[in-house]
């Protein structure tokens, strides 16, 4: 069922200080992920990883402070979380973090940051945003409150995982295909790195647990990563279906709002979520086997 979702009025005032941006640049900056140099590691293999923006010539490395990373760590085998805040360099060189894991398995590595982020957009472009992200009851809201000429404001936290697997024999069961529980989650119902390698690859987003309707979601190659490949809506269980890509990386993102509480200072509270995953050049990561 779809997540239950309150609307009401809400003030158009929000604090002094918040960042004014265009519809183009506010989507490419919510555009996050944990982007590992190698996805396909053997045991114990240190890899750097970076927390990337953008996309197209915007891409860039997040500017995100420490203080505002909640959780980042890898669910292995057996469902065993591993913490790997001490590993977080942000800003640091040339990466933010770098991991090595010792037992083989497929890890879905799950980073989350607080809600203090804050954006604001005049009117139109703020319309324009709901509209291209696929925010339809945002927008119906605003419809039907008569705010479209209003400007919209929103907090956001942002929800990353990425798959990264260990040795040459991805598990037939893993725990990419169980939740991790992000407040928003992209779930693969089949592992993309199992082999024979699927052909097609079906997901479900949850919001705060539940399955999530009418979502959209956007399936993109990173290294040619201007536009998605491909956009579906999920259906009334909150799934999907794309083409299983077989080789290079890519980004699944996601993005989901609703009425901000009384006490906050922004119109929406948004979450953007996204799952990086990614087959190595050789070996059994290479694509179809």
Do not use: C
Request: aromatic content about 6%; glycine content about 8%.
């Amino acid at each position: 069922m779809k997540a239950p979702i309150s609307w009401r009025l809400r003030r158009p005032a929000l604090r002094a200080g918040v960042l004014l941006l265009g519809v183009a640049s506010l989507a490419q900056a919510h555009d996050f992920w944990v982007q590992p140099n190698d996805y396909w590691l053997a045991e114990s293999q240190a890899t750097p990883i970076t927390l990337e923006v953008g996309h197209g010539p915007d891409r860039q490395r997040s500017s995100i402070p420490p203080s505002r990373i909640l959780r980042f760590e890898a669910v292995g085998p057996g469902g065993r979380a591993i913490d790997l805040r001490d590993s977080l360099t942000l800003g640091g060189r040339s990466s933010d973090a770098t991991i090595a894991l010792a037992t083989p398995g497929t890890y879905v590595l799950a980073l989350q940051t607080d809600a203090r982020a804050r954006s604001l957009l005049p009117a139109l472009r703020f319309n324009d945003y709901l509209r291209v992200e696929g925010l339809t009851p945002a927008l119906r809201f605003r419809e039907r409150t008569h705010r479209m000429g209003s400007d919209g404001s929103e907090s956001y936290s942002r929800q990353a995982k990425a798959i990264v697997q260990v040795g040459s024999s991805p598990l037939i069961q893993s725990e990419v295909t169980r939740p991790v529980g992000l407040l928003l989650e992209i779930i693969p119902l089949v592992d993309p790195y199992a082999i024979p390698r699927p052909k097609s690859l079906p997901i479900q987003v949850l919001y705060k647990a539940h399955p999530l309707a009418g979502a959209l979601v956007k399936l993109t190659d990173l290294h040619e990563d201007a536009n998605p490949l491909e956009v579906h809506l999920t259906d009334s269980v909150g799934r999907a279906t794309f083409t299983a890509p077989q080789r290079g990386a890519w980004l699944l993102n996601v993005i989901w709002t609703e009425l901000a509480p009384a006490t906050e200072d922004t119109d929406f509270a948004t979450v953007f979520s996204s799952l990086s995953f990614g087959f190595s050049a050789v070996g059994p990561g290479a694509g179809t086997p």
